[in-house]
């Protein structure tokens, strides 16, 4: 019915861009806020950034801030995170995220997005 492919990650330098991209395909009108999440082996999935339905509201953790944008072009049924200033502890698997729900406070946690990606890998060196 709907589902969700990141792409964008790479391997780059402490300092340099990237910029992700979800895109979103079949029922994509279901899709209200979205969110990027990254992981590392064997440790828990962190927030990273979310976004409404309209890209009015956004919301980014404490350690991106000011480094990442998120931002959506629905009539391309796309989501993308800017990041920039990267750092080597920004290294992980990044994912996005779809909440089906509407008129809800935009998730920041994991357990309230019921559509996922299959992420995408981003490796920064020093």
């Known amino acids: 019915q709907v589902q969700l492919v990141e792409s964008g990650g790479g391997l780059v330098q402490a300092g340099g861009s990237l910029r992700l991209s979800c895109a979103a395909s079949?029922?994509?009108?279901?899709?209200?806020?979205m969110g990027w999440f990254r992981q590392l082996p064997g440790k828990e999935r962190e927030f990273v950034a979310a976004?409404?339905?309209?890209?009015?509201?956004?919301y980014y953790a404490d350690s991106v801030k000011g480094r990442f944008t998120i931002s959506r072009d629905n009539a391309k049924n796309t989501v993308y995170l800017q990041m920039n200033s990267l750092k080597p502890e920004d290294t992980a698997v990044y994912y996005c995220?779809?909440?089906?729900?509407?008129?809800?406070?935009?998730?920041?946690?994991?357990?309230?997005?019921?559509?996922w990606g299959q992420g995408t890998q981003v490796t920064v060196s020093s």
């Open positions: 976004i409404s339905r309209s890209g009015g509201t956004t």
């Open positions: 995220a779809g909440d089906l729900r509407r008129y809800t406070i935009v998730p920041t946690t994991p357990g309230e997005y019921g559509l």
């Open positions: 079949g029922r994509t009108f279901s899709i209200d806020a």
